[in-house]
């Protein structure tokens, strides 16, 4: 049964679901930050949504997930998250969804990602995702989407990865690590800078990547269809291959 209950008594997050609790909700709000006369130090630290073990199910259909300086929605543990139409995103720090731990998996449809900080999504530690007509957009200093460790594995199909950003070195749409693997069908990924629209950087070369791929083992692999702005991505050790 959902818990609200933090690992010290306290309260971790508007919902939290452990030991194989299951919860489905339509067109509703998660997320202190998103309640009316809520304050900052009230929400601080608190997620929206927590669903840790193997057999945790979190189901939502038009919902919003909001939180103040923590992660909206936390999968760890073999748990699933399944998202229709919902939006997640933080109103100061922090990131909007992380996926972590062997057979923990993100299935997320026609849902819209953002942060300003932290990532609008993290899947790492053999943990998987899978995005269908998504919105992963990221400003300021926030990372977009981040993977990392043997065994994650990302799937986006119709997706848009996006960062839009004043600063110097602007962070990469997409970071895949050692070990994980990105895969991208007909989806749009850019990185869109004010450092970029400046003709001098244009003519000067560029140090945006749509997507930077790192370390023994991580891949990257794309169809005709998906379009990377700015093209190519950056390999440092890592492969490209084609989907």
Known sequence: APSK???KGGREAALVLREGGCASALDAVFGVAA???????????RHAVVVAGAGCLFEAQGCVLRACTATCLVVNGGAAAVLSGCTLGTAINGGAAEVSGFGSRLEAAGTELSAAHGACLAVHTGAGAALDDCSLRASGHAQNLVLRGR???VCATGSTLSVSSTAQHPQPAAHVLAGARLELASCRVEVDSERERTSAKRTAGSDAHSVVVEGEGAVLACDAATALNPDPSCVRGGQVQAL
Do not use: C
């Not at 309640?35 to 630290?45: C, D, F, L, N, V």
């Open 5 to 7: 209950a933090g690992p």
């Open 35 to 45: 309640r009316a006369g809520a304050s900052t130090r009230q929400a601080a630290g």
């Open 151 to 153: 065994g994650t594995v």
